[in-house]
Structures are given as C-alpha cells and as structure tokens.
C-alpha cells in the first residue's frame, strides 16, 4: 500500500482550507484518512500553516511520499529539512494573537459610562435656577417688524 501525505480540502467556495492528512494513495482527496497532521489555511494573513512535525517526520521515515504543495509545506515549516539533515530555512511569519473580545467591550463600556457620566454633570451645572431676587431676561411679547423702504423687495 503506497501512502501519501496530501492536502484534504474543508472550507467553503472561495475559502479554501485543507487539512494535512496521511492516506492511502488510492483514495478521493477528500476521502478517508489515515491521520490529520496539520492544518493550511492560504487566505489568512500571514497564511496558517500548522504541522505537527513529530508526526510528520516519523510518517517520512516510514516511506510516505508527500504530494507537491505538501513538500513546499513542509520546506516552509523546515520539517523536510530536519528529515533530510538540511540547514533550516528562516521561520514563519505568525498572526498576531486576537484581541480578547471581553476586555474590548468592558473598556468601551467604562467609557461610556464616564462619557455619560460627565454629559449628565454639565447638563445639571448648566440649569442653574433661577433666584427670586433677579428679574428674568426680558424677552418681546410680539416680534417688531422692520419697516422696508418702498423700492426695495
């Protein structure tokens, strides 16, 4: 029985994401598997790429033979280097971890409230009542009109 490692497509249609997986030569690429090794994810940024080389070099060692874009993969990740006794090639790129959502929403919360809470303090500082002593500002009991002269508009 030959055995390969290839790629076995998940995702949807323009979001391809395979998985690494060892199986029998003869099967479907997206049929039956031996075992999942690894994740690639292409359209991520940087790409996710996710091998567990323990796996993968005892999978080698025992003969199975990777598919091209697996070899290119496993060049990237530098497992096919340490299987062949080459130098390592220069590491991956990583995404940077994701912020915690949590955190996110209790810091703007907080800054809402303190937003809401400075909104309210200079509305009630700008009612000041009104003393008995002083007269209210005099405000016209009916509009004046403005007498036009006669040749304008």
């Known amino acids: ?6 790629l076995k497509r998940l995702g949807m249609i323009r979001n391809p994401q395979y998985r ?42 025992v003969g199975a033979q990777p598919t091209e874009p697996v070899l290119k993969l496993l ?30 929403y209790e810091a703007a919360a907080k800054e809402a409230l303190s937003l809401d809470a400075a ?11 009104v003393k008995a002593d002083e007269p209210a500002a005099e405000t016209p009991a009916e509009p004046v009109a403005e007498e036009k002269p006669e040749g304008e508009a």
């Open 75 to 104: 060049k990237l990740t530098g497992d096919w280097q340490k299987f062949k006794g080459e130098p390592a090639p220069a590491p991956l790129k990583v995404a940077e971890p994701k912020a915690d959502r949590h955190a996110a």
């Open 119 to 129: 909104a309210t303090t200079a509305k009630k500082s700008a009612k000041k009542p």
């Open 20 to 61: 690494v997986v060892i199986a029998d030569s003869r099967t479907k690429r997206d049929g039956r598997a031996i075992e999942e090794i690894g994740l690639y994810h292409p359209k991520e940024n940087p790409s996710r790429i996710e091998i567990d080389a323990e796996r993968a070099a005892y999978w080698l060692g």
């Open 1 to 6: 029985m030959a055995v390969k490692i290839k």
